[in-house]
């Protein structure tokens, strides 16, 4: 089991260049998200899909678009790269349960540089 | 909308006990969750509390009050592995949408 993957490892961006970054799980989940940590800071939620199908906005949204390709991969698009978007992007998943167990699985994140 | 309270940093000996503090304020709060990252990697989970009391997990304790909103993490026997940041976390919606805190750097020395 490779758990959660994320590609690319590394990524730098000139400001209003577009890129999608990739994130597929093996786990069975049904919930996956998009998180961004600033340096020193904890994880924002940007966007997050409580199942096949769904897709929801996060604490900060603007900026970005998602696609929940099936039940595996959930990608985050930025079309418009901006220089307040460096940052680290972390893909997560969880069993979606109705009590909120709230146990995530990372991926270990894509490092985004916009200059 | 949700917010959580942690300290930003916190230093101890090799051996020695942390407790790391954690308040919330929710609506809707289903629980309570710690996160460990160390510098450069992924959030790995700790440990979950729903209902009031302790939950002990090895070295790691984790303790949640719902009527006071606010739970803890206690590290005991302290290793230098343990030197990372740790993460508190509420769950208030089903579908496991997290809120995380700030984070508290820990630093452990010889």
């Known amino acids: 089991n490779a758990g959660v993957t994320q590609t690319p490892k590394f990524q730098v961006l000139k400001t209003g260049q577009s890129m999608t970054l990739q994130c597929a799980q093996d786990?069975?989940?049904?919930?996956m998200y998009w998180y961004r940590q600033d340096p020193g800071m904890g994880l924002r939620l940007i966007y997050y899909?409580?199942?096949?199908?769904?897709?929801d906005k996060g604490e900060v949204p603007n900026g970005y678009n998602v696609s929940r390709l099936n039940k595996r991969e959930f990608s985050l698009r930025l079309e418009s790269a901006a220089p307040s978007q460096t940052s680290v992007y972390f893909c997560?998943?969880?069993?979606?349960?109705?009590?909120?167990?709230?146990?995530?699985?990372f991926g270990p994140g894509t490092r985004l540089t916009v200059l | 909308g949700q917010s959580l309270e942690q300290p930003s940093e916190v230093t101890a000996v090799e051996g020695a006990i942390v407790q790391i503090n954690c308040t919330y304020q929710?609506?809707?709060?289903?629980?309570l969750s710690w996160y460990q990252q160390h510098d450069g990697g992924a959030p790995t989970f700790l440990s979950y509390?729903?209902?009031?009391g302790l939950e002990e997990t090895g070295r790691f304790s984790s303790f949640l009050s719902r009527s006071d909103s606010y739970g803890y993490l206690l590290l005991q026997e302290l290793q230098m592995k343990d030197s990372a940041s740790y993460f508190c976390?509420?769950?208030?919606?089903?579908?496991?949408?997290?809120?995380f805190g700030g984070g508290t750097r820990v630093l452990v020395k010889p």
């Open positions: 997560a998943s969880s069993v979606t349960t109705s009590g909120g167990a709230g146990t995530q699985y």
């Open positions: 786990m069975n989940h049904n919930s």
């Open positions: 899909s409580a199942s096949e199908g769904t897709t």
């Open positions: 929710t609506s809707g709060f289903y629980g």
């Open positions: 509390n729903a209902l009031d």
């Open positions: 976390a509420v769950s208030s919606a089903a579908g496991n949408k997290l809120t």
